[in-house]
Structure formats: C-alpha cells, structure tokens
C-alpha cells in the first residue's frame, strides 16, 4: 500500500528539471546545484491540530507543507529548485494523498520545484517537507544586518491568518453565523490562513538591497524580535502603519491590530533597508504585486517599542506562538 502511494505521489509529478539526475524512486535523489551556487536548505512539518486545524483540506495541507518552507527560502533570497516531502498518514487513504499531492503540485509548478523524493509511514496526520534553493555565496539574505536608521518594511498585509482562524473557531462556536454577509470576507481571510502565498519574488528582489530579513511565521513582534536580536538593535514600529486587508478590517475592529502585531502564520517578509532606498524599495514591490508597508525604523539599543502616528506608547499583545511555551 505504501508503495502505491508513493506511485501515484511520483505520478502525478511536479515540474521536470534539468538539474534532477535522479528523482522518487531509488534510495536517494542526485542533483546538481548550478555552479558557483551555494544550497539554501529548510525544513518544516505541519503536525495536524497544531499547524492546521483538523478538517482542513487535503490540497490545503499539501500547499501549506510547501509553502511556509518556500516562505523561509523567500525570507534568504533563494531560488526554489527541489523538494523532499515526509508523510505520516493515520491510514493509507487514496482520496487524502491525490488531494495532498494536488495542492503540493499547484504551488510546486508555479515556482518550477520539482518534488524529488521523501518518506511515507503510519502514525498521526504530519506532513514535513525539506525544500532547496539556490543563491549566490555572499548575496543570501539574513537575520543579521539591520542597523541604526534603517527602514522597517513588510511584504503583503498582517493578521489575515490568524483572523482566519479566530473565524473557524467562532463558526464552530456560533453555527448559525455560518455565510452571514460578511462570508467574503471570511472566505479570504480563511483563504489566508490556509493557503500562504510565499514571497519569493519579493525575496529575490531583495538581494543586495535589504540589510536584513526574516519571514513572519510566528507573528511580527516575535519575529521582528529575533531579527533585532541577531542584529543587536531595536526597533520602532508605527501601529497605524502596520498594513490591514479590507477583509481583515470588515470582519474585526480593535482585534484587527492585535492580529497584525501577534498574530502567527502570516508568511509576509519583514525587511531592513537603508532609509534612502525606502522609496525604491516601495515602488518596485508595488509593481511586483504584494505591496511593502514601511512601518517603523531600526533603533540603537535593544527591544521593540510599538508607538501610534502621534508617538502614543500602544499596549503589546503578548500571544505570539511558541510550541515549548510554560
Ligand atoms: P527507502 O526504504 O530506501 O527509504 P522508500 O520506500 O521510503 O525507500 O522510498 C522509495 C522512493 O520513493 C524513494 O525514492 C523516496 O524518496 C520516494 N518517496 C517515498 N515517499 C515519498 C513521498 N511521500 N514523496 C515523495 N517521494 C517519496
Ligand atoms: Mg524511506
């Protein structure tokens, strides 16, 4: 039975690449990275209950396993090329794994990874997957490198997913709110939660222009944190800056804020530029399509402050996601 699941995953394929000597099918893959490359490598597993809620889709469990990892090969300024993907399945079930595999191949092709081998066991529903990309020595983009006065950008709008998931929550609590008439809404706030698209133009982009950069995974304030961490510097961020969909703001008012600030599963590139790039940098991710926000600016010292337009201090909420949390 395993092995017809791992037929039917090498059947219905991903993108065909020149550089996979060898994909599913042998006891290992052989790839040639380009020359003078060097391996962007990430790996992430989505543990259902956990990273999803139980009842999600199929497809939508196959595209999030691979997007939040071609999120964090965005957030180096890597070049997706390759993939591993370890199943763990309660029962082998045909229907899951096609539905699975659809929504792992829709995102796969349009970022031309081909899927070149993984593992299949019995146990509780997780699904990890080990992506590859490629960048240049010396032109990765990372966590340290933000300095004094550099500007604070992030790519898309915050707080979607998480708003996402207080909606599904809210739905089982309240069923008779169901497609009210703000179901719009909801849709591409759920759509959020459940189908991230990762930013790895906008990472490709920022090669040689951003001073540092991180994807927010586990919400903006803990994850700008770790970037003002490996950079020893603090940060400012303007609350009233912070970009919010229609949607976001349709459905949650005084909740909106706290969503873009704490909330996880955003999987939008939060960047540092030079203050005299800011403007370049704004209108060629405009014309890319996801938009940056400029919200804030580095700071000498340490910890982030959150302050309005007017320089009022604003309350912090303290909810960002950590697994090991007492
Ligand atoms: P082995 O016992 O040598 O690890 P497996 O039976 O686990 O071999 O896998 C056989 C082939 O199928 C290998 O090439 C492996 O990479 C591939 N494979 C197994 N599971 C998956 C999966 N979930 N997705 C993609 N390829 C898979
Ligand atoms: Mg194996």
Same mark, same amino acid.
């Given at each position: 039975m395993e092995f017809d699941l791992i037929e039917l995953i090498r059947k219905r394929g991903t993108a065909a690449r020149d550089d996979v000597l060898l994909g599913i099918g042998d006891d290992a893959a052989l790839l040639r990275p380009p020359p003078e490359h060097v391996l962007a490598v990430a790996v992430d597993t989505l543990v259902e209950g956990v990273?999803?809620?139980? @009842?999600?889709?199929a497809f939508d469990i196959g595209w999030k396993a691979l997007a939040v990892n071609l999120s964090d090969l965005a957030a180096m300024g890597a070049t997706p090329a390759w993939a591993l993907l370890s199943l763990t399945l309660p029962h082998a079930d045909r229907r899951f794994v096609e539905g699975l595999i659809d929504g792992f191949a829709t995102l796969a092709g349009q970022h031309r990874l081909a899927l070149v081998g993984g593992d299949t066991t019995r146990g509780p529903l997780n699904v990890s997957v080990t992506a590859h990309g490629f960048v240049l020595p010396g032109q990765a983009l990372q966590r340290v490198g933000a300095k004094a006065g550099d500007a604070i950008f992030v790519t898309g709008t915050l707080g979607d997913a998480a708003a996402g998931l207080c909606c599904l929550d809210r739905e089982r609590a309240d069923?008779?709110?169901?497609? @009210?008439?703000?179901g719009g809404s909801r849709g591409k706030l759920i759509d959020a939660l459940n189908r991230p698209q990762p930013r790895v133009a906008a990472g490709n982009f920022l090669r040689?222009?951003?001073?540092a950069c991180i994807d927010v995974s586990d919400g903006l304030l803990a994850d700008l944190g770790h970037l003002c961490t490996a950079s020893g510097v603090g940060a400012e961020i303007d609350a009233d800056a912070l970009p919010l969909s229609s949607a976001l703001l349709t459905l949650f008012d005084a909740e909106a804020r706290d969503f873009a600030l704490?909330?996880?599963?955003?999987y939008e590139l939060c960047f540092t530029v030079p203050a005299d790039r800011a403007g370049e940098v704004s209108s060629n991710l405009s014309r890319m399509g996801c938009g940056a926000a400029r919200i804030g600016r580095i700071v000498s010292g340490e910890g982030l402050r959150v302050h309005d337009t007017e320089g009022r201090p604003v309350r912090c909420p303290k909810t960002s996601w950590e697994h090991f949390r007492t």
């Open positions: 990273h999803f809620p139980v @009842g999600t889709a069923a008779d709110q169901l497609m @009210g008439a703000s040689g222009v951003a001073s704490a909330g996880g599963d955003d």
